[in-house]
């Protein structure tokens, strides 16, 4: 009640004391498309002082009266420049022409903000989706979260997979929003390609520091995507044909300048191109794989106050396999749909609402029949969402947002069901899960004076379980004792968290910052995974009266200096983070153990650190640009169940992480980009004695994830040729006049693992030989997935 009545007095007496001020407010767009630009600078020129545009393009900048010389800049985009005689309140909408001039000394001119240094994010990374085409992809697919893997901070999940950890957390302690919308499965091919389409997107935001207040419900970090609007002026299309895939994406004006659309589609033709060069008697006879995905926005300018947008995506991965003569089937499809639905209207000049309904659905199922047995098994997680967040600009040294949010879960951790011709077979319960979860939440960035600027909220959150739902208590042995049945929207058990947020910087004098940062979070939701590696077949479960919420509380300290004028960047980050509440399987353990059982009931739970230094230098502008990348660090867990309680290393802990990304524009139609990443091999657990007793054979195995793979590096490389978009039209014999080409083109080569690398994907070891005769030997063979790998990718706009 307090904190209520300090809030609503801040505002009161930022509202009096503006009386002797005045707003310039409005939308930063792009003049060709009417794409709203988020992250332009706003400022006056001669107090330096102003704001960046929000996530919808809008800002507001309050200021005494007075004359003014107003600029507004962005990456890639000529300066607007204005001079503002401010008696009233201005609303100025800003339209930005994109550079007319490629050449340097004009791309640096263009932009000279140092946010890197004067903001008080850590962590935090924004790529630009123009320079993540031109880096090279496997099979010539450009990937958003692969590109993520190259931060310092970062580790990738394994060879080829888009799966990732962020600073020691697991990957269900990465919040992944897709129009703020949460994705909880971000991948294709069993993990081999992200979801996300890179020419439907428009800005990807990674926080991996000091998450603000605004955000809740993981531990580890934040990819916040944003996908286009849609070119309001005129229609356009762009594509690609790739060797395993092809995309296409149409958007334009549905009312010019008031409303647009956007629409992009993606599908794999694997199952077509490889399915006449199968044999009848090749192991991968019968088999067949395809992935699609669909994004589709639309938006509309109801007035100068109220704008709504629609935005969904649906995708899907389909694997089958058919054996005619064994009259064996199988057939495995998952996948994910999001709908989100904004509201965004202006209060004031000064107070901004954006009210979001939001729709997330992820499900996987195993279908398999053999005769006439039919198995079918299925698991998912669906949420009902509803958010409204306030952003208010009382003046340039304060920006304070507040919200709430509210979810309804649907879980669905297993249900299975069998049957042979009529007869059906008692498999258990369809059990489903549900769960509501709110917060609450305040912040305030504060410029307290030119050097100390402070960004203090807290987050109050809110989980509880409920029915119905079916407990199965267990005894000592492990059996089932009693089973309790809970009624519908019954109470079964509530959790409350605090999560208080603190981000503090502090100006030097010699164009450099000192950031500080604590973040206290709570996650109320879990991923229960028995492999090593994101699969399709993780089940995601809520807390219960027996898995507690996972508490994260990060600290972090780092040092930002810009060179150059803002040219280079570069930062030193440390941090230090304490996990509690973490799970794991037992030993033993599999998914189809939960029929007739609870999730929880094969869990183990227990506690983790992680801490380490990462190191990032960055050129942003220049025909030559790209960053180096490097982190250190260590990250340990304990469960009283594992490894007899001791400390072990987590499948996590990889020491050491380099990644070089670098990129050169020779001209306007040749290009080329490398990448270089080196890491600590894996951590796994691997068998250190066999023997004999009472004439069984026993595996004993060692400490847990005490083996180590030997390190994985790759270089990668990409070749880009942008075709002429003029062309000669000859007038007469003598005569021609350059003509714009209807349609422009790119042509990518891109090789992956240049050097042919053999990095390990995973070890399996075979056995031969008679323990009783003395010569049994145990072999350990190391599988690598992909040697050096061509690719040719035709990227086409009209």
Not at 206 to 234: E, T
Request: proline share 3%; hydrophobic share 35%; aromatic share 16%.
């Amino acid at each position: 009640m307090r904190k209520n009545l300090s809030i609503l007095f801040i505002i009161i007496s930022n509202f009096v004391f503006a009386q002797n001020k005045f707003t310039i407010s409005g939308y930063v767009k792009d003049a060709s498309s009417g794409e709203v630009l988020l992250g332009a600078s706003v400022f006056v020129e001669e107090l330096m002082q102003g704001a960046t545009t929000n996530q919808y393009g809008f800002y507001s900048v309050t200021l005494p009266k007075g004359n003014y010389t107003l600029v507004v800049r962005f990456f890639g985009y000529d300066d607007y420049r204005d001079t503002i005689n401010l008696e009233k309140d201005i609303r100025l909408n800003v339209q930005l022409n994109q550079e007319s001039s490629v050449m340097e000394e004009v791309v640096v001119e263009a932009e000279r903000t140092n946010q890197n240094v004067a903001g008080t994010e850590m962590g935090t990374i924004q790529l630009e989706v123009s320079q993540v085409k031109k880096l090279p992809a496997l099979f010539g697919e450009v990937d958003i979260l692969k590109t993520i893997q190259y931060l310092p901070g970062v580790q990738s999940g394994g060879e080829g997979n888009t799966g990732f950890y962020v600073r020691g957390g697991g990957p269900d302690q990465n919040l992944i929003l897709l129009d703020e919308a949460t994705v909880y499965n971000a991948s294709h091919l069993f993990g081999f390609f992200s979801v996300f389409n890179a020419d439907a997107l428009k800005d990807v935001n990674l926080i991996k520091g000091g998450m603000p207040a605004n955000y809740g419900g993981r531990l580890s970090s934040v990819i916040d995507i944003s996908m286009k609007d849609g070119n309001s002026k005129s229609y356009h299309g762009e594509g690609g044909i790739g060797l395993i895939a092809s995309r296409l994406t149409l958007e334009g004006p549905i009312v010019k300048d008031q409303s647009s659309f956007i629409v992009s589609g993606r599908r794999t033709y694997i199952d077509v191109l490889t399915k006449p060069l199968i044999s009848d008697t090749s192991a991968f006879a019968g088999s067949s794989y395809y992935f699609y995905d669909l994004n589709a926005k639309a938006n509309y300018i109801l007035s100068d106050k109220d704008r709504l947008y629609l935005s969904g995506y649906f995708g899907r991965d389909v694997f089958t396999f058919n054996d005619n003569a064994a009259q064996f089937k199988i057939r495995i499809p998952w996948g994910n749909a999001t709908t989100s639905l904004r509201w965004n209207h202006l209060f004031s000049d000064k107070l901004f609402l954006n009210t979001t309904a939001i729709f997330s659905d992820y499900n996987f199922a195993f279908e398999a029949t053999q005769g006439q047995f039919d198995f079918k098994l299925f698991s998912g997680i669906r949420d009902w969402n509803l958010k409204t967040d306030f952003t208010y600009f009382p003046n340039v040294r304060h920006n304070i947002k507040f919200g709430a949010n509210y979810i309804f879960h649907i879980f669905t951790p297993t249900s299975v069901t069998a049957k042979s011709g009529e007869t059906e077979f008692d498999t258990g319960d369809i059990v489903i899960i549900y769960a509501n979860e709110a917060a609450i939440y305040a912040l305030d960035e504060y410029d307290v004076n030119e050097q100390l600027k402070i960004n203090a909220g807290l987050r109050v959150s809110m989980f509880q379980h409920i029915g119905p739902f079916k407990r199965f208590v267990k005894n000592n042995l492990g059996e089932t004792d009693s089973i309790i049945n809970f009624e519908k929207f019954e109470n079964i058990k509530t959790y409350f968290g605090f999560e208080p947020r603190l981000a503090i910087r502090y100006l030097l004098p010699d164009e450099s910052s000192i950031k500080a940062g604590y973040t206290h979070n709570y996650q109320y939701i879990h991923l229960s995974s028995i492999s090593s590696v994101s699969l399709p077949t993780d089940l995601w479960f809520p807390s219960t009266e027996i898995v507690k919420p996972q508490i994260g509380t990060q600290y972090s300290l780092g040092y930002f200096r810009n060179f150059f004028d803002n040219k280079y960047e570069s930062s030193v980050e440390v941090y230090y983070k304490n996990l509690d509440n973490l799970i794991e399987y037992k030993n033993a353990a599999q998914p189809e153990d939960n029929v007739n059982d609870n999730v929880d009931n094969q869990l183990t739970f227990g506690r983790g650190y992680s801490y380490g230094a990462e190191f990032f230098f960055k050129k942003r502008y220049g025909k030559f640009n790209g960053w180096i990348g490097y982190t250190w660090s260590k990250t340990e867990r304990q469960f009283d169940d594992i490894n007899l309680g001791e400390w072990f290393l987590s499948k996590y802990d990889i020491r050491h992480d380099l990644s070089v990304v670098l990129a050169y524009d020779f001209n306007e139609r040749v290009s080329v980009g490398g990448v270089f990443v080196y890491s600590t091999g894996s951590t796994l657990t691997l068998p250190v004695a066999y023997y004999i007793y009472e004439n069984r054979f026993i595996t004993e195995f060692g400490d847990r994830n005490s083996y180590r793979m030997i390190p994985y590096h790759r270089a990668d490389f990409a070749f880009t040729y942008n075709f002429p978009e003029y062309r000669r039209k000859w007038v007469n014999k003598c005569n021609f006049t350059m003509v714009e080409r209807k349609i422009k083109s790119t042509l990518v080569v891109s090789v992956y693992n240049l050097y042919n690398r053999a990095n390990p994907y995973f070890i399996y070891l075979t056995n031969s030989g008679d323990p009783l005769a003395g010569n049994f030997q145990t072999s350990a063979f190391q599988v690598s997935l992909f040697p050096i790998l061509p690719s040719v990718t035709w990227n086409f706009k009209f």
